[in-house]
């Protein structure tokens, strides 16, 4: 994010645009919104068509900035997300497709207004499994 912190979080509201890649807050295109203080949250959503077969999720993440520094964030994040992958005309296949996570991340700025961001969620999936997961993306933060 720009340096535009206090040791209470960001002072003023950024946003960000980039991708990003979770098995509980979807993969594909991300907007994120940064408010004065601790908090943001970013959506993403992303679909691939090859052949008959058709692929997207979308989701969601809240997150609460842990600690921040002109290098960096760490944050706690809460998402939820839904995955789809089916041929044309068939229903879904995936077993678990809707997804909850939480867990920890954090985020370093790489220069020019872009940052990296990773994390690691509990993920639950709505067949009942529970996997500690992943998570990446890349942002352009602009306000």
Same mark, same amino acid.
């Given at each position: 994010? +720009?340096?535009?912190? $206090?040791?209470?979080?960001?002072?003023?509201?950024?946003?960000? #645009? =980039?991708?990003?890649? =979770?098995?509980?807050?979807?993969?594909?295109?991300?907007?994120? &919104? &940064?408010? +004065?203080?601790?908090?943001?949250? /970013?959506?993403?959503?992303?679909?691939?068509?090859?052949?008959?077969?058709?692929? !997207?999720?979308?989701? %969601?993440? #809240?997150?609460?900035? @842990?600690?921040?520094?002109?290098?960096?964030?760490?944050?706690?994040?809460?998402?939820?997300?839904?995955?789809?992958?089916?041929?044309?005309?068939?229903?879904? $296949?995936?077993? =678990?497709? %809707?997804?909850? =996570?939480?867990?920890? *991340? *954090? /985020?370093? +700025?790489?220069?020019?207004?872009? &940052?990296?961001?990773?994390?690691? @969620?509990?993920?639950?999936?709505?067949?009942? $499994?529970? #996997?500690? #997961?992943?998570?990446?993306?890349?942002?352009? !933060?602009? &306000?």
């Amino acid at each position: 994010m +720009p340096d535009r912190t $206090t040791g209470q979080g960001v002072r003023e509201q950024v946003f960000g #645009l =980039g991708f990003t890649a =979770g098995f509980a807050s979807g993969i594909g295109v991300t907007f994120r &919104h &940064h408010f +004065p203080g601790k908090v943001s949250w /970013e959506v993403t959503g992303g679909v691939i068509k090859v052949d008959d077969k058709v692929n !997207y999720s979308f989701g %969601g993440e #809240l997150q609460l900035d @842990l600690d921040r520094g002109t290098g960096g964030r760490v944050f706690a994040g809460v998402a939820g997300g839904y995955y789809y992958s089916a041929p044309k005309g068939g229903s879904n $296949t995936m077993a =678990g497709p %809707g997804r909850l =996570g939480v867990g920890i *991340g *954090g /985020e370093l +700025p790489i220069g020019g207004g872009f &940052h990296m961001s990773g994390k690691l @969620l509990f993920t639950w999936f709505s067949d009942g $499994t529970i #996997l500690p #997961l992943p998570g990446a993306g890349i942002a352009y !933060y602009f &306000h």
